[in-house]
Antibody, heavy 121, light 107 residues
Framework: QVQLQEWGAGLLKPSETLSLTCAVY????????WGWIRQPPEKGLEWIGD???????NYNPSLKSRVTISVDTSKNQFSLKLTSVTAADMAVYYC???????????????WGQGTMVTVSS | DIQMTQSPSTLSASVGDRVTITCRAS??????LAWHQQKPGKAPKVLIY???RLESGVPSRFSGTESGTEFTLTISSLQPDDFATYYC?????????FGQGTKLEIK
């Protein structure tokens, strides 16, 4: 049973860098892609970006200038960095696994439990 | 970006009812659509992918259909565990986008 677990600093000041890691337990990074999605309080879901095991990334253009997603296959985990945070970045951040079929990225099939990030001075 | 428009935003129904949630894409997404269920304080859970394929372990009362750029999630007979918020998501092209959600409430 594959499980994803996010962790990172939960309280940031404006202009700081958000840094989260998602560990993959019970499975390999290979043959899947790995995504980050966020959800502001009482709002909907926003896709941030994703990465595969080779390090190939895709980012949401609305965040692209501030986002970096990386993968560490030796530790079976992947990470999210978001620079210059503001109150608008306050949200629950989820990591997720997506499966690949025929070389094409298909749907997410497993989500982490999510971690809340608060931005406050 | 592809816009995903869900309707209704809120739906009140009773146990045993048949309910349908609709999601319309602003352009063709070639069946690359998933439906996720989210309960308060919990992570989303995928129910349907590729518009109509049931995720492993999901009850068969859930089904997905498509007609052009309009997609529907149907629950054939509502169970108490089904009261939640449902999101559609397109993964045809980047950036992936979600609908605004449909909250299914107990009548």
């Amino acid at each position: 049973q594959v499980q994803l677990q996010e962790w990172g600093a939960g309280l940031l000041k404006p202009s700081e860098t958000l840094s989260l890691t998602c560990a993959v337990y019970g499975g390999s990074l290979t043959n899947y892609y790995w995504g980050w999605i966020r959800q502001p309080p009482e709002k909907g879901l926003e896709w941030i970006g994703d990465i595969d095991h080779s390090g190939s990334t895709n980012y949401n253009p609305s965040l692209k200038s501030r986002v970096t997603i990386s993968v560490d296959t030796s530790k079976n985990q992947f990470s999210l960095k978001l620079t210059s945070v503001t109150a608008a970045d306050m949200a629950v951040y989820y990591c997720a696994r997506g499966f690949i079929v025929g070389g094409r990225r298909d749907s997410f099939d497993i989500w982490g439990q999510g971690t809340m990030v608060t931005v406050s001075s | 970006d592809i816009q995903m428009t869900q309707s209704p935003s809120t739906l009140s129904a009773s146990v045993g009812d048949r309910v349908t949630i609709t999601c319309r894409a602003s352009q063709s997404i070639n069946s690359w659509l998933a439906w996720h269920q989210q309960k308060p304080g919990k992570a989303p859970k995928v129910l349907i992918y590729k518009a109509s394929r049931l995720e492993s372990g999901v009850p068969s009362r859930f089904s997905g259909t498509e007609s052009g750029t309009e997609f529907t999630l149907t629950i054939s007979s509502l169970q108490p565990d089904d009261f939640a918020t449902y999101y559609c998501q397109q993964y045809n092209s980047y950036p992936y986008t979600f609908g605004q959600g449909t909250k299914l409430e107990i009548k």
